[in-house]
DNA sequence: GAAAAAATGGATTGTCAACTCCAGAAAATG
DNA sequence: CATTTTCTGGAGTTGACAATCCATTTTTTC
């Protein structure tokens, strides 16, 4: 996201790759544990550095996080953008791929940049509005596919497909949260139906 | 939720009220920034009590956050479970209560049960049960109103009310979760709204 | 291929936060 | 009213973790 050209300028392809390994393992832990519950040792280790290779890519800790929210939004809102969302058959598939990768983990961990937002959001005022522009990107893409689909007549003309669409991202977050709390992947099936449902009466 | 009955037993009254203004000075600070950005001495300070009290009540920090956990789930569930669910009227007032709240904070913090079940879950897994068993709590008293409109033909017969009942309580917690993110109270009025649109045609 | 820049290793430091200890005041108990 | 228990004050200890330092190696650049 708000990432400075000058750090990355003065990259060789070797420091790049060391420094990739760092976001990679920083955000699988941050994603496993939390931040806060994740040391910058712990990170050390993961990727295999020494101490001074994570501050020689970093400034601080924060920085890293913020580079670990960035990772996490391309790749998740990168697997969003990758389903269709202009028909019901693309909804219903989309909700598949979200539940199989649910129940890949029973649950835990929630949504990578949920988790991350919900963490930050009162903490980081920085990493909030990081976050907060990856959500809108999210609902971007949901907001296309149903807007398209109004335009196609398959949504009433009474209906406002910005407000479903943010309706549905809202579901699945929801859905991600009760799943991480009570290690089940009925919630998430359960709330994605429930808008589905409601797209289809729409 | 599971606290020892011997840590109760020996409390004078005096000692009850130091131990409850413990509790919800760091219930306050720990919705307002979270369980690992507040320090004992944070609270140690808001309730104006020595560090050694602090101790003399709660074993450790973790047994401090049980016990918010429990004050949370006590005033939000008893919260919730003064609304009506069985009447679409019911909904509605439900619904405007909860986005007063937030509109109230303008997001921040989010549920007090949500961001801590999102921050605790995967750390300390008696925090996860407890915060579990309060949403169970939460979602009964939905699905009861849902059920009892069922029961009185308000919903069709193919419907499920139990489903219904957790879809709802995922679409709030995703609105609260992305009020929270971004810093809007829309989110949660969308959510609902569209919860409440699905009732009515279910 | 020499000089400059970037990358790496690992020991070290300083801070902060959780938790302990002991001694004394207030309150309950019989 | 004596003694036992609970409650309170605050200084002190410990450990963990973020961050720094300096020396060395590798890579780039001209």
Redesign the pocket.
Known sequence: MTQTKETIA??????ER?RQRIVEGAAALIHEHGVANT???DVRSAAG?????L??YFR???ELVRAVIAQQAYLVVGAQERHQFDTLEGLRNWREFVVRSVRRQRGRGGCPLGSLGSELADTDSGARGDVSLSFDRWEAAVRDGLRAMKARGALKVTTNPDDLALATLAALQGGLLLAKIHRSVKPVETALDAMIALIELS
Do not use: A, E
């Open positions: 003065k990259l060789t392809p070797k420091g060391t040391t910058v040792d550095v020494s101490s001074s290779q501050y020689h601080d800790k924060d």
